[in-house]
């Protein structure tokens, strides 16, 4: 690799409410102990703030944290991302993921709730089965080393989104599951 290479930073980033079932202290511990070059962007508000700022602080990786608060419209800057991380404790099918998708990034997360059903194949080994700071860490620092990676996964995940998050065809999906449950398959056309 080229001198560039060696002083490329990972921007690893998180999209979510700064609440406790979040566990965003958790992910500032994981990515704390990644030997990789990083930046951790956490986009939210709430109130968690100080707590994750002092994991961060105590980690040693503060000004590495990037807390820019509540910003509208994520898929304007998500793409800006190298890979999305979430550590909740729990979760249903979170948007992040689906925009993290969209915009062509790979997801390092717990197993939790419908992400694992989310996303392509091919993410499916960066979704821990335990949730700990050690197997996320895990993933993101293979992740992190490994651009064309990233890349292939991210493809993976964005023609899934594109194939299965499409908003004609969840409107189209919506629209016969509601005609067949009310006895009209066909009829909400």
């Given at each position: 690799p080229g001198a560039s290479a060696m002083t490329c930073r990972s921007v690893i980033g998180s999209v979510a409410g700064l609440r406790a079932v979040k566990d965003l202290p958790l992910l500032v511990r994981a990515v704390g102990g990644l030997s990789a070059r990083f930046r951790l962007v956490i986009v939210g508000e709430g109130p968690e703030r100080a707590a994750i700022e002092q994991a961060a602080l105590a980690m040693g990786i503060d000004d590495r944290l990037v807390l820019p608060g509540f910003l509208e419209r994520p898929y304007h800057f998500i793409g800006h991302f190298d890979l999305l991380a979430l550590s909740s404790r729990s979760e249903q099918a979170p948007i992040a993921v689906l925009e993290a998708m969209a915009a062509g990034l790979p997801i390092v997360s717990p197993r939790l709730g419908d992400i694992p059903d989310m996303v392509a194949p091919e993410n499916l080994p960066f979704l821990p089965e335990h949730r700990s700071e050690l197997h996320l860490r895990d993933m993101m620092q293979a992740l992190a080393g490994d651009r064309e990676g990233r890349r292939r996964i991210g493809a993976a995940n964005q023609?899934?989104?594109?194939?299965?998050?499409?908003?004609?065809?969840?409107?189209?999906?919506?629209?016969?599951?509601?005609?067949?449950a009310v006895g009209r398959p066909g009829c909400l056309d």
């Open positions: 023609a899934k989104a594109r194939a299965e998050y499409d908003e004609g065809a969840m409107i189209a999906r919506y629209t016969a599951l509601y005609a067949d």
